[in-house]
């Protein structure tokens, strides 16, 4: 079983506020992602994340920011939250082998609800 | 990264064996293929990978022709629990020696109904 946690699991929250999405994993990955899903919708990536002090944007935009401070965390922000953010969050990270195809593991998400 | 097309949805019955196929025409030399299986509320998770040929385990099997411009999942014996999304990832999973890793793009999808 991965060991990659997220939380909250689920969170409803007014506009404006600032909340802070949480992901670690005890795996060593030295990559991790953020995806964004709306119900019954395909999945987009966000951020993503190379290793400690590296992020990047995904191919969505998104109003949310990363930091990626220590291996294992890698928190996503949104500073003020509107309703247009509701949506799941799916964190996820993968490790680097070099000679073969990884495997990305995923978190359980975090259902993010704006009123 | 190449781009995948897969069927939006497929219906299927209990105890079947289902067959879910995924073009990638511009796969690249060190692409690798992953299917994911994801469950309403839930992660995606992994069900298998390959490169070419044909690779099994417990789950599932996955066929790779020779050119790699397609690929097929196949599921033995549905069940009821196998009703799932599931994902065909093609793209470079490595990280790789210059840095420049890789990201995953999932694309949108084969939604397997299994009926009793």
Not at chain 2, 87 to 109: A, H, S, W
Request: hydrophobic letters at 30%; aromatic letters at 12%.
């Amino acid at each position: 079983e991965a060991d990659i946690y997220q939380t909250p699991r689920y969170l409803v929250i007014g506009t404006g506020k600032k909340i802070t999405l949480e992901c670690s994993q005890t795996m060593g990955h030295d990559k991790m992602y953020w995806y964004q899903q709306d119900p019954g919708m395909e999945l987009h990536l966000i951020h993503y994340s190379y290793g400690v002090n590296s992020t990047e944007k995904g191919d969505l935009s998104s109003e949310s920011t990363v930091s990626r401070i220590r291996t294992e965390h890698f928190p996503l922000t949104l500073e003020s939250a509107r309703p247009s953010h509701t949506s799941q969050y799916l964190c996820a990270s993968s490790d680097k082998d070099g000679f073969s195809g990884n495997t990305i593991y995923f978190g359980e998400g975090s259902w993010l609800t704006v009123v | 990264l190449a781009k995948t097309t897969q069927p939006i949805s497929m219906d299927s019955y209990e105890g079947q064996e289902v067959n879910i196929t995924c073009s990638h025409n511009n796969i690249a030399t060190n692409d690798y293929i992953t299917w994911y299986q994801q469950f309403p509320s839930q992660g995606p998770r992994f069900i298998i990978q390959g490169y070419k040929t044909k690779v099994t385990n417990e789950v599932a099997s996955l066929f790779i022709p020779a050119d790699r411009k397609s690929s097929t999942l196949s599921l033995p014996r549905v069940s009821l629990s196998d009703t799932a999304v599931y994902y065909c990832l093609v793209g470079l999973l490595l990280f790789l020696i210059y840095n420049q890793g890789g990201k995953l793009i999932f694309g949108q999808g084969t939604e397997l109904s299994v009926k009793p």
